[in-house]
T-cell receptor, first 111, second 113 residues
């Protein structure tokens, strides 16, 4: 079965600083990978996805992620954090008809 | 275009009571899912329905039942609620044949006393 590990349950950055949220996956087949964002008291919204092709994937709100097969990683980055980026972020891997989610990383942005 | 709609948004139950969470999608998606979200545990799959007429257990099905009423609707039932079922429940849907991303509802917050 596929699985996902997100390193760091909480990450704190200053406004304008680089955001790096880490995700490692385990998959027996070429993975389809996703990042979702959840703002307080809301549902999950797709940020970006990797299926095939280009390993650097750009998403909404200035986020991007790079698929590295050799490292089994799919880390999420944003060059400059904004206060509105404060949220919980989930990495997920497709497992047949389902998505398997990581435990989530709460991003705090300090002014 | 409402997407995925869940009702109710909030519910408080006493131990042993029953209730049904309703979910409907208007995107003509084939597959529907129920997840629960607990702090530090991410989202865990309870049940899913790959297509109308089929349902399958996920990671944490105990204490729950589901019904795929038609292509649009997928309900989750708690027959005898327990405090361990206090959680936020999310319904999601997916179009069969796409790359797998799910579309989520706003969630239903359930407290069992």
């Amino acid at each position: 079965a596929q699985s996902v590990t997100q390193l760091g349950s909480h990450v704190s950055v200053s406004e304008g600083a680089l955001v790096l949220l880490r995700c490692n996956y385990s998959s027996s087949v070429p993975p389809y990978l996703f990042w979702y964002v959840q703002y307080p008291n809301q549902g999950l919204q797709l940020l970006l996805k990797y299926t095939t092709g280009a390993t650097l994937v750009k998403g909404i709100n200035g986020f991007e992620a790079e698929f590295k097969k050799s490292e089994t990683s799919f880390h999420l980055t944003k060059p400059s954090a904004h206060m509105s980026d404060a949220a919980e972020y989930f990495c997920a891997v497709r497992d047949g008809n389902k998505l398997v989610f990581g435990a989530g990383t709460i991003l705090r942005v300090k002014s | 275009n409402a997407g995925v709609t869940q009702t109710p948004k909030f519910q408080v139950l006493k131990t042993g009571q029953s209730m049904t969470l309703q979910c409907a999608q208007d995107m003509n998606h084939n597959s529907m899912y129920w997840y629960r979200q607990d702090p530090g545990m991410g989202l865990r799959l309870i049940y899913y329905s790959a297509s109308e007429g089929t349902t399958d257990k996920g990671e944490v099905p105990n204490g729950y039942n589901v019904s795929r009423l038609n292509k649009r609707e997928f309900s989750l039932r708690l027959e005898s609620a327990a405090p361990s079922q206090t959680s936020v429940y999310f319904c999601a849907s997916r179009l069969q044949g796409n790359t797998g991303e799910l579309f989520f509802g706003e969630g239903s917050r359930l407290t069992v006393l």
